[in-house]
């Protein structure tokens, strides 16, 4: 067998951490024919795997401590591996829909965040979408060692660096990660603000952040509340009287 034929048969590997053994054991059988899938049930072991394998992907539960679910594990595993390895890609998954643990967890470089329960369909879609950005990433950063020359004619025309989530490789990573952070930041917000139909002060309170702070999102990111309050026979209501 080639070595081209021996890298693509090998599976790429997955660390999954979750305190509930049924979604590990739900997980691994779904996903095992296509990943390497490692599982660990706490900080500890999740620590012993990830500095062994160094794996592209991992999902995190938010929470690890079934006694205490606002001791957010998952989130010290989070800056933990990033620290170790920042082109890991990590997805939180948590049953805790306070959306302001998923803009905490993209301000510490989480790639995305999932709300319990599980859609295995789901969450196979991200880890795969997680680890084609990886594997791309990490392409580019080989072939920039030594050059664009390094790419031949048919890669050059038909990898884009739009289709990494990233700048052209002028930009540093640094860039990149905060333009990928800034996208799910603005995602958070525009969808909060969908589902409260402009209301600011509901979509802070969905949120678990202050009006200030939101206010202070929205300016940031430019967004236009406005097109998120309810229509009706022909006017816009104002449902927040805000600033």
């Not at 409260?196 to 430019?222: F, M, P, T, W």
Request: aromatic fraction near 6%; charged fraction near 30%.
């Amino acid at each position: 067998m080639s070595d081209s034929e021996l890298s693509t048969s090998v599976k790429p590997t997955i660390l999954m951490v979750d305190d509930e053994e049924n979604i590990l054991n739900q997980l691994r059988c779904s996903m095992e024919q296509e990943f390497e899938i490692l599982t660990a049930s706490n900080e500890e072991d999740a620590i012993r795997l990830f500095e062994r394998e160094h794996p592209p992907v991992v999902t995190l539960d938010l929470s690890l401590n079934r006694l205490d679910p606002d001791d957010l594990g998952g989130l010290r595993l989070l800056e933990r591996f990033l620290a170790d390895e920042p082109a890991t890609r990590a997805i939180i998954i948590s049953g805790n829909r306070n959306n302001a643990n998923a803009i905490r967890a993209v301000h510490l470089g989480a790639c995305d965040f999932y709300s319990k329960p599980l859609r295995l369909d789901e969450i196979r879609v991200i880890i795969q979408r997680a680890l084609h950005i990886y594997q791309l990433q990490q392409k580019v950063q080989e072939k920039h060692a030594g050059g664009v020359e390094g790419f031949d004619r048919s890669e050059r025309s038909r990898l884009k660096f739009s289709d990494l989530g990233f700048a052209p490789a002028t930009a540093s990573p640094t860039v990149n990660l905060k333009s990928a952070k800034q996208a799910i930041e603005i995602d958070f917000v525009k969808r909060a603000l969908a589902r409260n139909r402009g209301v600011v002060s509901r979509a802070a309170r969905e949120l678990g952040i202050s009006r200030v702070n939101l206010y202070e999102l929205i300016d940031k990111h430019q967004i236009q509340v406005k097109e998120f309050k309810r229509e009706e026979t022909g006017r816009v209501w104002e449902l927040d009287q805000g600033r």
